[in-house]
C-alpha cells in the first residue's frame, strides 16, 4: 500500500463532481476514478459509456456546468438530422459528444480493451488522473417497473424520465464480469476508497455486484468512506431519493450508510442532516458532518480536501 | 418499356447535378437515378456512400451549392473533436452529415439492404425519384498508383488529393456484385438511359464493372445517350482530365465517346467543343451540342430539358 492513493468510485453527475474536487486536491498519480458500467448501452450503432464521459469531461473542464453531463457549448445539428429520418432522438448526442462515442465504438471494434479506449481519450482530453471503468465486461443495469416491465438503463432514466416505479434493479453480467487488473492494482495501492455521491443502487451497485469487488472492499487495508447523495430527505440530482423509496430504502444518509453498511469506515454527511450523525454512528462508522453540496469548482475541492483530512484521522 | 421512363446513370457532384435536372423536368415516378457504389467505404465504424449522399442531398435541396457535396450550412464541430482524439480527420463528415452515416450503418447491421436504406432516408428528405445504388453488393475503386501502391479509393481522391499519378483501377467485388431487382426492373421500364456528366473510369465504370450491366445496357431497348463531362479539353470539377490522361485516354469528348462507345446511341458535348462533333459522330453516334455547364438550378433543367427533346429524335 503506496502512501496516500485515492481510490473514487463514481457514477453519474455527483460522483464527477467529487472526482474532480480530488483530482484539484491530490497530485494526478495519487488518484483513480473507478467509474460505473451499468449505464452503458448501444444506440445509433455507438457503443455510449454516459458514467464514464461525465467523469472524464469534468475531469477535462468540458463538462456542461448547468446539465452537468455532456460538452459545454455543444452543438446537436446531427441530433436534429437523426431526428428528420425518423430516427431515435430521445439520447441526446451533441455533435462534439459524437465525436466521443465514434471513437471509443471503432476502437472497441478493433478489438481494444474498454480501459485503454478510456485511457487513449482521457490523454488526448488532458485529464491526468487515471479512469478506469471498472469492468471491460458488459454489465447492464436493467430495471424491472410497476406496470412496464424490464426497462433497460437508459430507457427508464431518459426515454422515461425516470417516471416508472421501480421493483426491483438487475445487474445483468455483473457477476460474470471481472474487475480490471488496473482497477485491482489501484486498489491494492490504495490509502483510501471514497464511494462518491453517487446514486447507491444505480451507480455504486453495478460496480459492487461486478465479481470480486464487494469482498475486496470489504476486506482491503485502505480506509472506505461514503458521501450521502442524500441532502435534506432528497437527492441533490437524479431519481436516487425517489428510487430508494421505491426500493424501500429509508431516504435519507442513515439508508444510504446503512445500505454501505459492512464496506465503510465513514460516512460523510452534510451539515443540514447534522441530526441524524448519531444514527449513522450506531452503524458503526465515523462521521464527518459538513456542507457536502457543490455548486461551484471550489466547492468541489474544498469538500475533497476536508474528506482527505478527516480521512487520516480514521 | 412504358413509355418515357428515364434512368440516370450519376457518380458524384456533376452526375448530380444533371440528376436535378432531370428531377426538375421529369414526373418523379418516371426517373429513377442508379448511383455508384465504388467509392463507398468504412471510416470511423461509419458506413459512408458519397456518391449516393451527393445524389440524394442535391435532390433534396440540401447540398451545399459551393461544393457540390456535403449538406449546406452543416457544422463540423464532431470532426473537429475527432481530431482532439488524434483521429483522422481528412475526410469531412459534417454533423448534419453525421446522422446520413449513422442512420445508414446502423439500418445496413440491423440487415437492411442498401437499396431500402436509401429508399427510407429519401423519402423522409422529401426526394421523390427513386435513388438507388447499382448493387447491394459491396464494390471498392482501388486505384492503383506509381509510386504509392494500390490506394483505396477515398485514400486517393480526398486524402492523397488525387495527386498520385494511377497506373490503373480497379473495381473489386464489383465482377460477384449483382444489379439489385429494383435497377434491373428500371433498365427494362426505362424509354432512355442517360450516362451524366460524371467521371467515366471513376464514377460510370464501377457501375458497368457490376456482373452483367454493361451487357444490359448494350442490349437494351432504351435509347443511351451519355454527357460529356470533359469541356474545352478539362474537367468541370474533379480529377476526370488528369486520370484519363493518365490512363492513356485522350482528355476530350472524344476520348469520352469512345470510351461507352458500345453502349451509347447518343452523345452530348458541350458547345465549347463544337468542332469536335464530327469525331464523335464517326463513332457511330448521334450528336447534340449545347451548353453543359450548370451553374445555376435553372441550367440543370434546362439540360435536362434539351436532353430529353432530343432523346426522342434518336
Same mark, same amino acid.
Given at each position: 500500500?503506496?502512501?496516500?492513493?485515492?481510490?473514487? #468510485?463514481?457514477?453519474? +453527475? %455527483?460522483?464527477?463532481?467529487? &472526482? @474532480? /474536487?480530488? *483530482?484539484?486536491?491530490?497530485? !494526478?498519480?495519487?488518484?483513480?476514478?473507478?467509474?460505473?458500467?451499468?449505464?452503458?448501452?448501444?444506440?445509433?450503432?455507438?457503443?455510449?459509456?454516459?458514467?464514464?464521459?461525465?467523469?472524464?469531461?469534468?475531469?477535462?473542464?468540458?463538462?456542461?456546468?448547468?446539465?452537468?453531463?455532456?460538452?459545454?457549448?455543444?452543438?446537436?445539428?446531427?441530433?436534429?438530422?437523426?431526428?428528420?429520418?425518423?430516427?431515435?432522438?430521445?439520447?441526446?448526442?451533441?455533435?462534439?459528444?459524437?465525436?466521443?462515442?465514434?471513437?471509443?465504438?471503432?476502437?472497441?471494434?478493433?478489438?481494444?480493451? #474498454?480501459?485503454?479506449? +478510456? %485511457?487513449?481519450?482521457?490523454? &488526448? @482530453? /488532458?485529464? *491526468?488522473?487515471?479512469?478506469? !471503468?471498472?469492468?471491460?465486461?458488459?454489465?447492464?443495469?436493467?430495471?424491472?417497473?410497476?406496470?412496464?416491465?424490464?426497462?433497460?438503463?437508459?430507457?427508464?432514466?431518459?426515454?422515461?424520465?425516470?417516471?416508472?416505479?421501480?421493483?426491483?434493479?438487475?445487474?445483468?453480467?455483473?457477476?460474470?464480469?471481472?474487475?480490471?487488473?488496473?482497477?485491482?492494482?489501484?486498489?491494492?495501492?490504495?490509502?483510501?476508497?471514497?464511494?462518491?455521491?453517487?446514486?447507491?443502487?444505480?451507480?455504486?451497485?453495478?460496480?459492487?455486484?461486478?465479481?470480486?469487488?464487494?469482498?475486496?472492499?470489504?476486506?482491503?487495508?485502505?480506509?472506505?468512506?461514503?458521501?450521502?447523495?442524500?441532502?435534506?430527505?432528497?437527492?441533490?440530482?437524479?431519481?436516487?431519493?425517489?428510487?430508494?423509496?421505491?426500493?424501500?430504502?429509508?431516504?435519507?444518509?442513515?439508508?444510504?450508510?446503512?445500505?454501505?453498511?459492512?464496506?465503510?469506515?465513514?460516512?460523510?454527511?452534510?451539515?443540514?442532516?447534522?441530526?441524524?450523525?448519531?444514527?449513522?454512528?450506531?452503524?458503526?462508522?465515523?462521521?464527518?458532518?459538513?456542507?457536502?453540496?457543490?455548486?461551484?469548482?471550489?466547492?468541489?475541492?474544498?469538500?475533497?480536501?476536508?474528506?482527505?483530512?478527516?480521512?487520516?484521522?480514521?
Amino acid at each position: 500500500m503506496s502512501a496516500g492513493n485515492v481510490v473514487a #468510485l463514481a457514477g453519474g +453527475v %455527483g460522483g464527477a463532481k467529487l &472526482a @474532480l /474536487g480530488l *483530482a484539484l486536491a491530490l497530485p !494526478p498519480e495519487r488518484l483513480t476514478v473507478v467509474v460505473n458500467v451499468g449505464d452503458d448501452f448501444e444506440h445509433h450503432g455507438l457503443y455510449i459509456c454516459p458514467d464514464l464521459d461525465t467523469v472524464m469531461y469534468t475531469l477535462a473542464g468540458l463538462a456542461d456546468p448547468v446539465k452537468g453531463w455532456g460538452i459545454a457549448g455543444d452543438t446537436n445539428a446531427a441530433l436534429q438530422m437523426l431526428g428528420r429520418y425518423g430516427a431515435e432522438t430521445w439520447f441526446a448526442l451533441g455533435d462534439q459528444d459524437l465525436a466521443t462515442h465514434l471513437v471509443r465504438t471503432s476502437a472497441l471494434r478493433a478489438g481494444a480493451r #474498454l480501459t485503454e479506449v +478510456v %485511457g487513449r481519450m482521457c490523454r &488526448a @482530453l /488532458g485529464v *491526468a488522473p487515471r479512469v478506469l !471503468p471498472v469492468t471491460d465486461d458488459r454489465v447492464a443495469t436493467m430495471v424491472d417497473t410497476v406496470g412496464e416491465g424490464a426497462l433497460s438503463f437508459q430507457e427508464y432514466f431518459v426515454r422515461r424520465r425516470w417516471e416508472p416505479v421501480v421493483a426491483g434493479l438487475r445487474y445483468e453480467g455483473a457477476a460474470a464480469a471481472a474487475l480490471t487488473p488496473e482497477v485491482s492494482a489501484a486498489l491494492d495501492a490504495a490509502a483510501l476508497v471514497v464511494f462518491c455521491p453517487s446514486n447507491p443502487v444505480l451507480s455504486i451497485d453495478p460496480m459492487l455486484a461486478v465479481d470480486g469487488l464487494r469482498a475486496r472492499l470489504a476486506g482491503v487495508q485502505a480506509r472506505r468512506v461514503a458521501v450521502s447523495p442524500i441532502v435534506g430527505g432528497a437527492a441533490l440530482k437524479g431519481p436516487a431519493a425517489k428510487l430508494m423509496a421505491e426500493m424501500g430504502m429509508e431516504v435519507s444518509p442513515v439508508g444510504v450508510a446503512a445500505h454501505y453498511k459492512d464496506l465503510l469506515d465513514g460516512f460523510v454527511l452534510d451539515v443540514r442532516d447534522a441530526g441524524l450523525e448519531p444514527r449513522v454512528r450506531a452503524l458503526g462508522m465515523a462521521t464527518l458532518v459538513t456542507d457536502t453540496v457543490m455548486n461551484a469548482r471550489a466547492d468541489r475541492r474544498r469538500l475533497a480536501e476536508t474528506i482527505l483530512d478527516w480521512s487520516k484521522t480514521l
